[in-house]
């Protein structure tokens, strides 16, 4: 090797061959898929099968510059530190995976990029910016958050997303865009966040290096300080459960409720004081409101299934598995720890939303709303705040579900299994975004025929999940049956009425088969509660507990 | 017939193609200090492992108390008490916290006992586990381990990269256990001193295989260390079929062996060679003698 | 054994005196670190060779004749010390010293053996 800078390249590129070829294979493949696709329809948009291979090459070259080696404090990668002995300074460090991804990723967007702008959307050198400020924020956000544990995925998630829609903020109506949504000012504003966003990493990596002297440890003393404040539990416990619950809950419990408030303080609330005026606006900002907890419970649930919460490891710690107790109790904390989250969650949610709507809340749509379900079921307002309470109640068990129905697969200890489901979860997400899947129930709805056979499979799919839980739950001890099998009937029985107040709202607004779509929302609310999973996961548990 | 503690029989456990545990069958008496030896990777930890239902058994049995620690886990774990080699306690835990939560799960827990070993140990209660030292967590553990008195305390490398104050709060704990009636101890160190010390029943791992396990007593009776004299230094090392060692060069040479199957002034006589020493070998002999091979 | 020795040498110098009750097993094992079963015994071995008795339900008590032995190790002092000022005078070092008198003690040892065994 003849130089430093040579010698870190190498190991980059040596560490993750198979990956790069994987992505040069995906390029040729989609490239190939696209010239036979535009040979047929010529002039047409790329189509989707090219698009999710592009995104699938671009992800997987995300992850081969996830620059980092494990090892750390909780378990997740953090910065090589073996690398703080070699004879480089800090920025020599820094700097080559940055540029070595910003390039990596620009030669990636040209061998693309015949295919991606085909549709005009958005013109190739801001694009190319973007591209390359994210790589930077990346890069950043998994050097700097590395003591967040396995929430800094969440954190990356939110930076994708943002990134993403940046991107596609100058394309928003109205046309022509204010000087603020031009192409230009925005890639200003992104490539001057990239610069800072070096500036950090380069400080953080050098600070961790020599140790960072008396400064580092005030700036970590914020976060201890909130740490220190817990309060010591200085009662003995009544039972081993209570003792586990207050372990697990101690680890992990406030983290969506924490996250939920931090989200809607720093997102939300400023921006229902911008938006204070319009009233279409607020509708929706509260929507989005209400749907925080369960999107935000999807990224937790999915740390929160595995049996360390902030470790990436997926093997149960010799500290909880040689205590004296069941896989079945351990379980059922983890469900009991979920579901105390996901009520604190909306409690916060409920809180900030009284908090906004009583003061500068532009309650115009949520009136009418208010006035038309009032009007509908009788003019009882009653009514109206029974409604208001299902949604709480639905979107408190949406939440618990989304945080508990991964547990089968994280407690496994199978890694393959476990990055399946996860994978299987991304997936979904992306094809969502891809495939443009607001327009389903417009397309769905447009034609009524439509329905049948989503109702079908939708039945097919209760039988089998109802067969599958009676399998799953044989195993298990009844008390634990018949607790589980109380809240699952609460929160079937709350599905169901909200589903059906749902429809009884809907029905008046859609030219529909009501009666399928009812059938339809009755089997969507009998599936939403996780039944075989949670019945599978003491067994999964036992399974890593007891490796064989 | 003295009672059995923990029974293993013809236990394999493979990794891959490596054999971790090669048919090993044993068995710890009640009221014994049982120590386990062997080199790094010999298979202690995952022997140990099993006793603690955390390996299932791929052949063979494993019982503690008569049960199957896998399928009778909470039984089980509920009269042992562990110290693992690195302790993963959870960092974030208060001293204090750690053991009113280890309290709730063991009945038998003896609040006094416990602050009597934390004053001992100087642990205050109000520290935060991840600002220990090593040997500070390593006495927790212990503590949790032993406050709840229980009818086995396993003990899996406890003094590995610890200061000698805390290996003799360790030996001590050991010691404790043991006259108090009817409690076992089982450890496994490669620390011979310390083992030579404190144990009653010795049983050494080898690449997965039992070379011995009896009373440490009759292992040191058994091994003798046999020094020959030749007058004419033989061209190769002396044959001896029997023995478990030889050793040696030029015109001296060693052989460790069991006493029981070699007299040693035959030995002698038959090599042509002077009998200069014939003694009980000590435990580090034993043990670099069985490990050779 | 070193207990036993130690034992021994500790009665014999009078720092345990006759009629005097040793620690309990349980107290020697824990102070010293060692096995109970170790120190069971050690105060066996001392027991057949007579220095101690077991008294049942109170212990273990230095044997009276004991006190005799203190006496003899005191007059054997003053003759080791004219023995080693004589090797001393002979400029021979202190490993050499222990080795004579361990060649010597060894050769008295096996003709020790050796009487028993013709007997």
Known sequence: MRSPTIALLWEIWRRHWSTVAVIGGLTVVGRLVDVLESRRNAGAESSPLTTLLAMVAFLLLVAVFNYTESGGVRGVGQFPRRLFTLPVTSLHLVAVPMLAGITSIELLYLLWMEPLSRDGSARAPFVAILLAAFVVFYLCALWTLERAGSLRLVMLGVIAIAVFAIGILPSFPPNPPPWWRLEIALAGLVAGLAVIAFLLAWRHVARLRDGGGRSAHRAGSLFNWIVEATPTRRTAFANPAAAHFWFEWRSSGMVLPALV???????????????????????????????????????????????????????????VAALPLSSEDLVATKVRVAAMSAVL?????????????????????????????WAFHGQSVAAVYGIAVLVAFAGMFLTWRFLVSRLWSGLSGRRPLFVASVVAIVVLVIAGLVFDADRLPGWLLDDPARLAPVVWIAAIAVIAKYWIAAYAWRVVTPRYLRVYLLIWLAGTA??????????????????????????????????????????????????????? | MPETVAAVSH????????????????????????????????????????????????????????????????????????????????????????????????????????????????????A???TLSKGQR????????????????????????????????ILEAIIRSVTDEGRTVLFSSHLLDEVDRVSDHLAMLHRGTLRFCAPLEDIKARHRRISLHFERPPAEPPNVSAAIRVDGAGREWTVICDAGRIHAAALAQHLGATLVEDTAASLDEIFVAHAAH | MQLVERLKHSIATGAIKAGEQLPSVRKMAEDLLINPNTVVRAYRDLESEGIVELRHGSGVFVRESVEARADVMRKAEPIMRSALDRLESLDLREDEIRRVMENELGLRRAAKEARKRRA
Request: glycine share 8%; proline share 6%.
């Open chain 1, 261 to 319: 408030g931090g989200v809607l303080l720093v997102v939300v609330i400023p921006m229902s004081w911008l938006m204070r005026s319009n009233a279409g606006d607020t509708f929706r900002l509260l929507l989005a409101a209400l749907a925080a907890p369960v999107v935000l419970a999807v990224p937790v649930g999915i740390a929160f299934s595995k049996p360390t919460f902030w470790s990436e490891d997926l093997a149960v710690p010799a500290f």
């Open chain 1, 345 to 373: 969650s909306w409690l916060v949610v409920l809180v900030l939303l009284t908090v906004w709507l009583s003061s500068w809340g532009n309650l115009d749509a949520l009136s009418l709303l208010a006035l038309q379900l």
């Open chain 1, 494 to 548: 709350s599905f169901l009425a909200f589903g059906i107040v749902v429809w009884g709202v809907v029905r008046i607004y859609l030219p529909v088969d009501v009666d399928r779509l009812r059938s339809l929302v009755i089997l969507v609310a009998l599936l939403a509660v996780p039944l075989a999973r949670v019945g599978l996961a003491p067994a999964s548990l036992t399974h890593n507990r007891h490796r064989s």
């Open chain 2, 11 to 126: 236990l394999t456990r493979s990794f891959g193609a490596k054999k971790a545990l090669n048919e090993v069958s044993l068995s710890v008496p009640k009221g014994a200090v049982f120590g386990l030896v062997g080199e790094n990777g010999a298979g202690k930890s995952t022997l140990i492992k099993h006793l603690l239902g955390l390996w299932r058994a791929e052949t063979g049995s494993v019982r503690v108390f008569g049960l199957d620690p896998v399928s009778d886990t909470v039984a089980v774990l509920g009269r042992i008490g562990y110290l693992s080699e690195e302790p993963d306690l959870p960092g974030w835990m208060r001293v204090g916290e750690l053991l009113r939560y280890t309290q709730a799960f063991y009945p038998r827990w003896d609040t006094a006992y416990a602050e009597q070993l934390r004053d001992r140990f100087a642990l205050d209660p109000e």
């Open chain 2, 128 to 130: 935060r586990i991840k």
């Open chain 2, 138 to 169: 390593a006495r927790l553990g212990l503590l949790a381990a032993e406050a709840h008195r229980p009818d086995l305390l396993i003990l899996d490398e406890p003094s590995s990269g610890l200061d000698p104050i805390v290996r003799r709060d």
